[in-house]
Nanobody, 124 residues
Framework: QVQLVESGGGLVQAGGSLRLSCAAS????????MGWVRQAPGKAREFVAA????????YYADSVKGRFTISRDKAKNAVYLQMNSLKPEDTAVYYC?????????????????WGQGTQVTVSS
């Protein structure tokens, strides 16, 4: 059984920062990557960032490059998303996911488990 619990969301003004955390429990063997996606009201789920668990290679959506940073802490079995220079269009529910199969970690459709999400609201 794998569980992912996100935290760190909230309300912030445009230009501000937030740090999301995702605590993972359960299976760690064979974990290939972890990532974040977001979904705004009335919109499709959107890839945000991902990281390979072993090597730490990172991938970002163009819309967040230079503003967001994904990282992982193997000892704490956690992944983080540092979000700076936030914009109102970043408002969404952010979900953390994990995949165990080798492949493109930006392809969220191939993730195996997702958390319940954390709300991020950026006011203008």
């Amino acid at each position: 059984q794998v569980q992912l619990v996100e935290s760190g969301g909230g309300l912030v003004q445009a230009g501000g920062s937030l740090r999301l955390s995702c605590a993972a429990s359960g299976r760690t063997f064979g974990r290939y990557g972890m990532g974040w996606v977001r979904q705004a009201p009335g919109k499709a789920r959107e890839f945000v960032a991902a990281i390979t668990w072993s090597g730490g290679s990172t991938y970002y959506a163009d819309s967040v490059k230079g503003r967001f940073t994904i990282s992982r802490d193997k000892a704490k079995n956690a992944v983080y998303l540092q979000m700076n220079s936030l914009k109102p269009e970043d408002t969404a529910v952010y979900y953390c996911g994990v995949r165990y199969t080798v492949g493109d970690v930006s392809r969220e459709a191939e993730y195996n488990y997702w958390g319940q999400g954390t709300q991020v609201t950026v006011s203008s």
